[in-house]
Every structure is written in C-alpha cells, then in structure tokens.
C-alpha cells in the first residue's frame, strides 16, 4: 500500500497548445471524490475509460470525454491518481483545471507527481531522472537509453553493486569482533581482496557506460573559431544542414556568437559559431572578438578553422591569436581542446596528401582537412570529434548525468581506499567504513541516501504535469 495519501494536486498534464487531447492529471486523498463530482458518477471502476460530461458547479458542461480512475496503490503515484481527459484546448483544459481546484485540488508544483512516486517507492531517483530525460530527449538514442534507465535497468546495476558492497561490509564487521589471531587470518587469507577487487572492476564497468551516457544526454561544447573568411560559419551552415549563419565574402560578418544545437552521428553538438579573430578598432567587433575568446574557455573542444590554400603554420597561428586564453588555460589544456580544421581543401592540388607542406609545422593536436564547399572530409571530421571526447556508446547505453558520475567515482575511491586498507595496514576497521561510504555514495543515485535540498533541485527541473 502506499505510505501516505496527500492532498490532492491537478495539473495540465498535456502539451501546452491547441491538441486532439488534453489531460487534467489528479492524484491524492480526495482525486476520486473530485472526479465523481465533475462527471456526475456515482462510481468509477479503477482502469477503466468512462465516458463522462465535465460540468461546473452549476451543472453546465464544461466539456465531454473520458475519465480514468488508479486506486492506490496502482498508479504511477502510489496514491488514487484521476486522469480527465478532453479536447485539447487551451481554455477548456483551464476550464476543466479551475473547477478542480474549486472542489479542493492544488495546482500540483514542477515535478510534484514523480516526487510522490518516489515518496511511495513506485519509482526511485534513477528512473524518476529518466522520466525527464526522456521527455526533453533530442536523439533516438538519448530517448532509447532513457527508457531503459527508466524501465530500472541504470538502477539494477547500482542495486546489484550496492547489495555485493553491503555483504561483504557485514562480512568484515562481523569478523571484526573475532580474536585478533582469528581476524588476521581473515584479513589475509585473500577472500576479502578478491571481492574488492570484483567490486572495483564492477564499479569501472558501469562508470565507462555512465559516461558514454553523460555524453548521450548532455553532449559537448563546440566552438567554431579562426581568422574572418576562414569559413566557420560555412562549416556550422554545412554541419547544421541548413543556412543557419549569414556567409559574405566580406571580412567580420560574423559579429557576435551564434549557437546551434545539432546531432551528429548520434552525438549531441551544441555548436557556436564565433565573429573572426583580428586586430580591429570596430568597438561592435572587439566585444564579438572577446564573446569568442570566453565561448573557447568555456567549449569542450575548439574547431579551429583556417583556409589552407593561404595559411602554411596554422598551430602557430592559433597559438598567436588565442595567446590569452593559453595564459590562462594553459598549453596542455588548450591543446586538449583544439582541433585543427583545414576548409578550403578543394582548392590544393591533392587534398588527399595528408602531410601536406600546410600540414608540416608539428602540429600535436588533431587536423581534419574539410571541403565546406563540396563536403568533403565532414563526416571525418565528425568522427575525429567523437574521437575527441571519447563518445562511442553501446547498444545499451544508459542515460546517467554529472551527479551520477559524481557518485560513481566516489564510490569507486572508496573501494580503493578499503582495498588499500585492507592489503597494506589490514586495517579491519578501516575497510569497513570506507565499504559504508562506497554504498553511501551509490544509495545517492538512486535515492536511498538523498538530502531533501537535492531532491527538490532534481523534482524541480521537471514539467508541471510530471
């Protein structure tokens, strides 16, 4: 059953906009009540579609359509859960929501259902994440790795580690209370390190796969950055597939940044196109000129393009014209983020020739040769970019974000630190607590161990029907 019924909250459970449908969404103590009165039943049977009229108080309809009862405990919130729905109208939706209130329902808050869902064990923190993924997803395969997360396969990984940590925790604290001869031995015999071990060898398998997902979900910073004329925005306008930025032959168009998000063989872009970098008294340019200069310390990977046909040293050039930036990142850095685009590669005489005199000054970062006119060498380029950030997902990919990584590597220093504990100092204690804190960091993920602060900043990023 579930723990608690709370006082009803209703929502526009369906798009915003005119629809063939749309669903006023209730759950809580009183959901069943309300929605008997706006239909006029005397009864609902849970799980089924009733036609029904939707009147007021006044007993005008509203509206007409189906209403379907969930008795707790079985329904997506654990609580009596009442969907009205109607035609997709905005002012009959609102109609419809009004007088729901006027019965006793709140206006439910950002993510309020999927909290009761968690609050009622119907759903725990991974899948409830996932519900929102799923949503905002922008790629097949970000909504296929969603659906799986929120089907509970991301949480049957942690469950199972989690579980194998909490064994072998009890294990060692209950071995703790043996003589110290005894416990020696227990410490030493190998057992304990080869299950360490496993553990750890786990914890890296599902923090490669949560890392694929990140990529997956929240994608990379691109920036598109060189000299005017270079052909940035050729290339953003040849990667986005349209005519998305302006292209003259006159130096400086480009004034201020323009972003694109695009998806890339699967990859998530979000892509900035940058005013071309010079000496120049234009005040409008300088401040285009220093928005390109932030947007690179700020990108993940820096594409920086040049024509060449005219520039035969273009990593001393880059270096020339980001020489702030590499001040303040450092040279390691910046060349982690840098590569090197060559456009205008149909204009020499074998752009086949990889090792090209245009090619010749020790580059160490990666160079793609591109064509943005006839195309060629795009596709390379979006395969040295995935290269770039390490993006090459498995079939089953799952959706994961920063906190989830967060946690993972957490968990997985931990599993170290009892490891070290365990075969340099046999420090029985010691390796008990640091297990603890490895499975209080993977209970963070899926909510088993979660402050109320960050449960309020995950539930509130969803929309208002979920």
């Known amino acids: 059953m579930s723990k608690y019924q709370q006082p009803t909250i209703a929502a526009i459970a369906s798009p915003i906009g005119q629809g063939g449908v749309g669903i006023i969404r209730l759950s809580g103590r009183t959901a069943y009540q309300i929605g008997c009165a706006i239909t006029g039943k005397s009864k609902l049977i849970p799980r089924h579609a009733h036609f029904a009229t939707f009147k007021d108080d006044k007993e005008t309809v509203i509206d007409e359509g189906v209403v379907i009862y969930f008795n707790a405990p079985h329904s997506f919130t654990g609580e009596d859960v009442v969907e009205l729905q109607g035609h997709g109208g905005m002012v009959l939706q609102n109609m419809l929501l ?180 010079r000496d120049t008294h234009d005040k409008v340019e300088k401040i285009g000129i220093d928005r390109a200069k932030m947007a690179v310390r700020q990108a993940d990977v820096l594409l920086f393009v ?16 980001f020489f702030d930036v590499i001040a303040e990142l450092g040279q390691e850095s910046f060349e982690q983020k840098l590569v090197m685009v060559a456009n205008k590669s149909d204009l020499l005489p074998d752009v086949s020739h990889e090792t090209s005199a245009h090619l010749m000054d020790n580059v160490p970062s990666a160079h793609v040769n591109v064509s943005c006119q006839t195309g060629q060498g795009i596709d390379k380029l979006v395969a040295v970019l995935k290269n770039k950030v390490g993006f090459h997902p498995p079939e089953n990919s799952l959706i994961a974000r920063t906190r989830h ?54 539930f509130s990023s969803f929309c208002i029907g979920k």
């Open 98 to 277: 009004a007088r729901c209130f006027e019965l006793g329902a709140r206006q439910a808050t950002a993510g309020e259902f999927s909290m009761r869902a968690f609050e009622n064990d119907k759903i725990d923190l991974l899948q409830a994440e996932a519900i929102a993924d799923a949503i905002s997803a922008t790629s097949m395969a970000q909504a296929r790795g969603a659906i799986r997360s929120l089907s509970g396969e991301f949480s049957n990984k942690i469950n199972d580690l989690n579980e194998k940590i909490i064994n072998l925790r009890l294990y060692v604290e209950a071995s703790i209370d043996f003589s110290d001869e005894e416990d020696v031995e227990f410490l030493s015999d190998g057992v304990i390190e080869q299950k360490i071990s496993s553990i750890l060898q786990q914890i890296d398998g599902i923090l490669n796969n949560a890392k694929q997902g990140q990529l997956l979900r929240d994608g990379v910073q691109v920036v598109l950055a060189g000299k005017p004329n270079a052909g940035k925005s050729s290339l953003l306008n040849r990667l986005a597939g349209v005519e998305r930025a302006i292209v003259t032959d006159v130096a400086g168009t480009t004034r201020d940044t323009l972003s694109e998000m695009l998806v890339l063989d699967g990859l998530t872009v979000h892509l900035t196109d940058t005013a071309g970098l």
């Open 306 to 321: 040049y024509d060449v046909s005219k520039e035969n040293a273009p990593f001393e050039l880059a270096k020339a014209l």
């Open 405 to 458: 990584l967060d946690a993972l590597k957490r968990a997985k220093s931990h599993a170290h630190d009892a490891y070290i504990q365990l075969t340099v100092y046999q420090a029985g204690e010691l390796v008990a607590e640091s297990l603890r804190l490895s499975q209080q960091a993977l209970g963070e993920m899926t909510g088993q161990m979660s402050s109320d602060e960050l449960l309020g900043r995950i």
